[in-house]
């Protein structure tokens, strides 16, 4: 047990580090070949099966972004398990609760911008929760992603620019040092890019084929499901929303008001995390 | 009112004025936001069905008429699949089903399909006209 401890507090932030360094890499690669106008499908189809060894960058900047918010979780989890939310001042537990917001929606923007079936519906889909705010909601919609031929200009510019500078901001105060052991970096970027060989990918979905479900990334699936049960306004941003409130509080209360705050989070995310199985099946 | 109150409440409503001032510009920027009409023509040749697909939009036969509906689901946009055998729309996000005419029968969606207007052409061609 105390291996674990030791192993979560020392090599797991190590780990994060590399796996949001080596994205960050693999992604100025991509962004060469990449154009989000016109068949935005065929650019990607291409960059994966014609461009050399386009097939290796996507896949480690796949594996490595995934690996990144994952462990960011794991990271989240350890610390609240551990309680260690009682020593951040409530501003820095507020940046880092914002931050992995933050890196979710670069992971879903980067989910439109593969330009297949899953990609447009779900860029699609994030438009209409948007528009469904009531007064703002149309107007503040174009502000993320708009329809027609720039679909894909905006979520281009917020994956790619806005939400990691953002995050990088957010960031700054608990990130002494953004590469702390370059050795552990280099066998880590040996390990991945090894891995991304063999790796395989999701299949895309042409945007013309017929099929009878379309599924999100994985950790909207659970939304995905409440989506059809509740309006969407409640889905789509009340939970998340209601979340955020919930796990920025807790470094805030005290007492049987910690308790409470932390046993709703502790259902919440069970719950949410068994939907979420249940719904990548 | 003391001099100084007065001074602050000055100051205070000046900073908000310059906020707004410097805002304004910014949100009408970000908003700004061209509407586009969308012209989907359907040629003879693509309308041999009953029921015809071109851009995310359906145009179909009924008895002699054409009508067109919108192919985005109007509970959060999916392009719905039409089901020949059920003669229904299909959603493949959450579920929900419409009929031929575009009416909801199930799901989570709220209104039906969008009718979308129709133009008919001397040369044969039918344009849908939807905006984007």
Not at chain 1, 19 to 41: A, E
Not at chain 1, 56 to 77: P, S
Not at chain 1, 261 to 281: D, K, M, P, S
Request: aromatic letters at 16%; a positive charge; glycine letters at 6%.
């Amino acid at each position: 047990m105390g291996y674990l401890r030791h192993y979560l507090s020392f090599y797991l932030p190590r780990l994060i580090l590399s796996s949001f360094l080596i994205c960050i890499l693999s992604g100025i690669f991509l962004t060469i070949h990449y154009r989000p106008f016109g068949d935005v499908f065929r650019c990607v189809e291409e960059i994966t099966t014609v461009i050399p060894y386009g097939f290796f960058f996507r896949r480690l900047h796949y594996i490595t972004g995934q690996l990144f918010v994952i462990l960011a979780l794991i990271h989240i989890g350890d610390h609240f398990l551990r309680r260690t939310y009682r020593r951040y001042r409530f501003r820095d537990w507020l940046s880092l609760i914002a931050s992995i917001y933050i890196a979710f929606a670069i992971i879903f923007m980067g989910f439109v911008l593969k330009g297949d079936k899953e990609g447009i519906f779900a860029g699609n889909i994030m438009l209409n929760i948007i528009k469904g705010i009531p007064l703002i909601g149309n107007s503040i919609s174009d502000i993320f992603i708009r329809e027609g031929e720039d679909f894909f200009w905006l979520p281009f510019l917020y994956h790619c620019f806005i939400l990691p500078l953002f995050l990088i901001i957010f960031t700054r105060r608990h990130i002494h040092n953004w590469l702390p052991n370059r050795g552990f970096f280099l066998y880590v970027t040996l390990f991945l890019s090894t891995f991304a060989v063999f790796f395989k990918m999701p299949m895309d979905i042409p945007p013309d084929a017929v099929v009878p479900t379309v599924k999100g990334p994985w950790f909207f699936l659970a939304i995905q499901k409440c989506l059809t049960k509740i309006p969407p306004l409640f889905a789509g941003i009340g939970i998340p929303i209601s979340f955020f409130i919930l796990i920025s509080l807790i470094s805030l209360s005290k007492g049987h008001l910690e308790w409470f705050i932390r046993y709703t989070i502790l259902i919440f995310a069970i719950v949410y995390g068994i939907i979420t199985i249940l719904e990548y099946r | 009112m003391k001099r100084s109150v007065f001074l602050k409440t000055i100051f205070v409503l000046a900073t908000i004025l310059l906020c707004i001032i410097f805002l304004y510009p910014i949100i009408s920027y970000l908003l700004y936001r061209e509407q586009k009409i969308v012209k989907v023509s359907f040629h003879p040749n693509e309308r041999l069905g009953k029921v015809n697909f071109k851009k995310g939009v359906y145009l179909i036969k009924s008895n002699h008429n054409w009508y067109a509906l919108s192919a985005h689901c109007t509970h959060l946009g999916c392009i719905v699949n039409f089901d020949e055998k059920t003669e229904k729309f299909h959603c493949p996000c959450h579920g929900s089903v419409f009929d031929i005419s575009g009416k909801r029968v199930a799901g989570p969606a709220n209104r039906p399909l969008t009718r979308l207007p129709l133009r008919f052409m001397k040369n044969g061609d039918i344009i849908v006209i939807k905006r984007d």
